[in-house]
């Protein structure tokens, strides 16, 4: 079928002012349902739930990593760990690295909103002067020992025999897959949502100093023995 001139002019005008009005028509893609590039999406609670909540969890959710929203945990600190730890994440661990560059999915200013948006969940009331600092070097195995055996038989009294058969932060698995910081980071924040109070309820009526955080940590490195066969990765603290 042939159309004159005159008539193909006259089907584009009718058909320019007749699309537009397929809005409607089902099938067709509303705005909301865009698709969103990943290195695009800004919005702090889908950044973290995406990301985060799986080994972190939220909101009281028990997951195997501890609570990014700890009090305890946000009074101490560093926003520039947070950071670093987000963008490179803790070599020989399993918390992945998150930037490009170090071959994670999130740009750098996506990382800066999650690093704000957890910064702004430390209660306004945190005072950290009182606290024991986020990191400091081991300190003498010897003496730790006996401050975990205490620890560990407070903790059982509160939470139960059953929670530490396998020897909590001493268990062999767990000791081969995390770092330093990760036990002082464990020890000092506890894993309340599990029942086990920070460094300063864990044993009632005597908080741990900071010497006998850093004398656990260091009895704890010397229980590492690599019997699993993975690489012993020095970790930057
Ligand atoms: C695959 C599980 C996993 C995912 C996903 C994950 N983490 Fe982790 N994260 C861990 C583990 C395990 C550790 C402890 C690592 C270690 O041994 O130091 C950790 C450690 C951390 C620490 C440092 C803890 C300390 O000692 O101060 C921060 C901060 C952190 N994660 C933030 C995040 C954020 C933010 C996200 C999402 C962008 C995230 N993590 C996603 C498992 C995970």
């Known amino acids: 079928m042939r159309f004159s001139p005159g008539l193909s ?3 584009a005008v009718l058909l320019s002012v007749l699309l537009p009005a397929c809005e409607w028509m089902p099938g067709r893609p509303r705005k909301a349902d865009e698709v969103v590039a990943p290195t695009a999406v800004m919005d702090f609670s889908k950044l973290f739930t995406q990301n985060c909540v ?3 969890g939220a909101g009281g959710n028990i997951s195997g990593s501890f609570a990014l929203d700890d009090p305890t945990y946000l009074a ?6 947070l950071r670093a730890v987000i963008t490179g994440g803790v070599p020989g661990s399993l918390m992945p690295p998150f930037s490009i560059a170090h071959g994670g999915m999130l740009t750098d200013d996506q990382i800066t909103v999650l690093v704000q948006g957890i910064s702004a ?7 950290s002067s009182a606290l024991p600092p986020y990191s400091a070097p081991p300190g003498q195995a010897a003496a730790g020992a006996q401050v975990y055996e205490t620890y560990l038989a407070s903790l059982r009294k509160m939470a139960g025999d059953a929670m530490f058969a396998d020897g909590f932060l001493a268990n ?8 330093d ?3 002082r980071t464990l020890i000092l924040i506890g894993r309340p949502e599990l029942g086990i109070p920070n460094f300063e309820r864990a044993i009632p009526g005597q908080p741990l100093s900071n010497e006998q955080i850093a004398d656990m940590v260091a009895w704890l490195i010397s229980q590492r023995k690599n019997e699993f066969g993975q690489p012993l990765v020095p970790v930057p603290q």
């Open 9 to 11: 002019a006259s089907l």
């Open 54 to 56: 799986g080994c972190h």
């Open 76 to 81: 101490v600190v560093p926003e520039e760990k």
């Open 121 to 127: 969940w430390k209660p306004p009331a945190a005072n």
């Open 172 to 179: 062999r698995a767990f000791l081969g897959l995390t770092s």
């Open 181 to 183: 910081q990760y036990l």
